[in-house]
């Protein structure tokens, strides 16, 4: 097993370590002597200290060493320009970066992309000159979609990877444990530090049976979210097995992982087999494949592996399904559609449907698709609803641009759209139907929230299967049901569309398509990473001042919020997003949407420097500008929602020194540490109450020490003061991140 086998075609020193894994593994069998799931072999063979390490699932925190990070460009910004101030030469671990996010879908795939390019030219520039300067693969606009990249070029099985987009879990599809996180858990790993985790819980979902006619993979996850809903993945990881597996084809498995997300699965993932050969074989990369062959023992769930859950789903009984609209998770099978529309009441004519995605946009896909396109041209008939086509990567597009799947699409009535996320994620100038019209659109898309795709909240989106989607565009209706219902031919004649079929895999290979790879240059030293100091969008950082050594004392609270703060009211997503690479100008949505319990409003607070009401940022800029450190009181599980990192950057940046809560959520508490902040905790959460908006505060700050509270002094306004004693989870290199000013000026220091 000593071999050197690269981690794909493109990195020519990054390989893949199956015996160390191995080694690894051996190490903890002979501390837990139980089997093991696939999803805890990948994991437990990734752990940083496998003697030391406390397991239990549900419970440990897990330190891991993943293979790989990869980051799409929206999120990249931030994750990037954090690395560069920990003021290392290189990431140190194995990094690419994806143009897909930011491509808005307009009026097809050439222009569009010429439009975005000009527009997001000062992103794309500062990322494609970072990557090159930090030795980061880079993927520039018009490549493809980051999940559907890292499938056909970077996954493989047993690797473990972090993504900074929730999607990233796609890579199942190649036995991959892939997982999505926030831009500060990229950092650490870019950094080498090792990345923390939750050891998940494993629920187990065996697949019998074989799948036929209409059913395809989407179906599994279809079925799946409406069994566990939206919440019931939260802390786990999905592991597929049985003997169904082996009908599926790495794509669809793909498919299958993508959509775990929308259950709230840490990741999802399917044991090696041979499909998964054979895509590796048809992605050049059949030495990754034989070298999995040697070690597939270790590739799967031992035998009598033990689940928290499990799920049985027989395939061959398996229906297609519709989920939607407004939630993943209200799977409705075919046949009983069309009464669910009458019911509900759903806007039963289709106005537009979309096919690809990063979920579903395989070879096989398309294929399929096409041959219910084919089949109804061959009857005279084109898309009634509207209908579009994202090819999820360069190289699909190609191949099916030379096998002819495409020509059927535009023959069809299709749009091809660009090699980009566009509608899925509200990058779509929809003009068809009016803001608040109430609509129905179908995708084969994973998510389907009120207005992500066009930002009308009365649109309503349905995903489901390529399949089904192209069926409904013939038909225009909900109402279709292509196992059951007949259509009419343009002379009238009744006819039925037969089931679709296609490859899997091209026959003739992949075609490439056009080079939209940058590989980082011999010479890196000399790159200049660009940006302009005028720029609105991209602002380099600079590093946080380090902790004065002294108490803080008579401190205003900035607001003291209350019931739920979520990441999204600490930072606001939107109009927001163009921001998430200048840190001073995001920080103006610094806690806009938090309410105030002075008031009851949001983005209300009294300056106590001048007794005006203001803007939550407009006080705190002016409180930093006259040197004054301030806090926020927040309720329970405050900072709950997204791993933002902003939401932790931009009190730092705006002067804040603590955050002082009835309870945090984990990340964002983590966030806050990582960026020099004192996220504390009353000990007696009913010591909230006793705090008033205009009391001002000393924080005992040199008592800071790990498992010792820290004293607060409050001095009400009128009235006596008194002491508050407040808990933290600080650890020894915690408190050092505090005391430097930041974990990553903790890097920096001690890479000098
Ligand atoms: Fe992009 Fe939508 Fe996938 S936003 S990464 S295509 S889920």
Redesign the pocket.
Known sequence: LDQKVKQNNWEDSNFINYKKMSENLAIIRGRLNRPLTYTEKILYSHLDDPHGQEIERGVSYLKLRPDRVAC?DATAQMAILQFMSAGMPSVANPTTVHC??LIEAQIGGAKDLERAININKEVYDFLSSACAKYNIGFWRPGSG???QILLENYAFPGGLLIGT???TPNAGGLGMAAIGVGGADAVDVMANLPWELKAPKVIGVKLTGKMSGWTSPKDVILKVAGILTVKGGTGAIVEYHGPGVDGISATGMGSIC?MGAEIGATTSLFPFNDRMYDYLAATKRTAIGDFARQYAKELRADEGAEYDQFIEINLSELEPHINGPFTPDLATPISKFSEAVKANNWPEELKVGLIG???NSSYEDMSRAASIARDALNHGLKAKAAFTV?PGSEQIRATIARDGQLQTFEEFGGMVLANA??P??GQWDRRDVKKGDANSIVSS???NFTGRNDGNPATHSFVTSPDLVVALTIAGSLHFNPLTDKLKDKDGNEFMLAPPTGDGLPSRGYDPGNNTYQAPPADRASVNVQVSPSSDRLQILSPFNAWDGKDALDMPILIKAQGKTTTDHISMAGPWLKYRGHLDNISNNMLIGAINEANGEANKIRNSTTDEWDAVPAVARDYKAKGIKWVVIGDWNYGEGSSREHAALEPRHLGGLAIITRSFARIHETNLKKQGMLPLTFADPADYDKIRPDDRIDLLCTELAVGKPMTMRVHPKDGKTFEVKLNHTFNEPQIEWFKNGSALNTMAKNAR
Request: aromatic letters at 4%.
């Open positions: 799409q897909d996010h979609i980051i999940h987009d929730s999607h993508n995605s990063c979920t994202t996320c566009g899925c994620i898309y994973n998510r």
